[in-house]
């Protein structure tokens, strides 16, 4: 009869397993906008998600981070899922939490300029259903130099008085 018992406690706190995948999903094209996004690996039921979603920034950008996930039943979402980028003060900010029917998502609220770097975002939860999957997506765009700024104010001014020789002359 213990032998049941203890058969049964060991099945149990193997189906409480953990799903501690790493997502590397590159390096931001520093040039252009760029977005990366992944799939997780179906994950069963009852398991413990801590995993991890690698990118790199080779200059400041701004950026965005998203977590998606889709399902058909409510017991189908990751429940308690949190979202946190590692090394960060996420004091400043932090991923948002927004829930439909049949999906929910964690989008990044922080300040939206990065700096160059690898970073890592931690995303946890604990799955109700088996194949549980979610969706994760950086999108990275540079940010502009000064002397972009510049360049903008000074073509600005040099249309603002070639219209106001044209008004002086038309009249």
């Given at each position: 009869?213990?032998?049941?018992?203890?058969?049964?406690?060991?099945?149990?706190?193997?189906?409480?397993?953990?799903?501690?995948?790493?997502?590397?999903?590159?390096?931001?094209?520093?040039?252009?906008?760029?977005?990366?996004?992944?799939?997780?690996?179906?994950?069963?039921?009852?398991?413990?998600?801590?995993?991890?979603?690698?990118?790199?920034?080779?200059t400041p950008s701004w950026t965005s981070l998203?977590?998606?996930?889709?399902?058909?039943?409510?017991?189908?979402?990751?429940?308690?899922?949190?979202?946190?980028?590692?090394?960060?003060?996420?004091?400043?900010?932090?991923?948002?939490?927004?829930?439909?029917?049949?999906?929910?998502?964690?989008?990044?609220?922080?300040?939206?300029?990065?700096?160059?770097?690898?970073?890592?975002?931690?995303?946890?939860?604990?799955?109700?259903?088996?194949?549980?999957?979610?969706?994760?997506?950086?999108?990275?765009?540079?940010?502009?130099?000064?002397?972009?700024?510049?360049?903008?104010?000074?073509?600005?001014?040099?249309?603002?008085?070639?219209?106001?020789?044209?008004?002086?002359?038309?009249?």
């Amino acid at each position: 009869m213990k032998l049941k018992f203890i058969a049964a406690g060991i099945l149990a706190a193997a189906s409480f397993s953990a799903s501690a995948a790493t997502y590397e999903l590159g390096v931001l094209d520093p040039d252009t906008t760029d977005t990366l996004s992944g799939i997780s690996t179906k994950i069963p039921t009852f398991f413990q998600v801590d995993d991890s979603w690698t990118f790199k920034l080779l200059t400041p950008s701004w950026t965005s981070l998203a977590f998606l996930q889709t399902f058909t039943s409510p017991e189908g979402a990751v429940q308690d899922i949190t979202a946190t980028l590692l090394g960060y003060r996420n004091d400043k900010g932090g991923f948002v939490k927004r829930t439909a029917i049949g999906m929910q998502s964690l989008s990044w609220a922080g300040p939206w300029e990065l700096d160059a770097g690898e970073y890592t975002v931690r995303v946890t939860g604990v799955t109700s259903l088996t194949r549980a999957q979610y969706m994760g997506t950086v999108s990275a765009r540079p940010v502009p130099e000064p002397e972009t700024y510049g360049m903008l104010l000074g073509g600005l001014a040099l249309v603002g008085f070639a219209l106001r020789r044209r008004a002086r002359k038309a009249v």
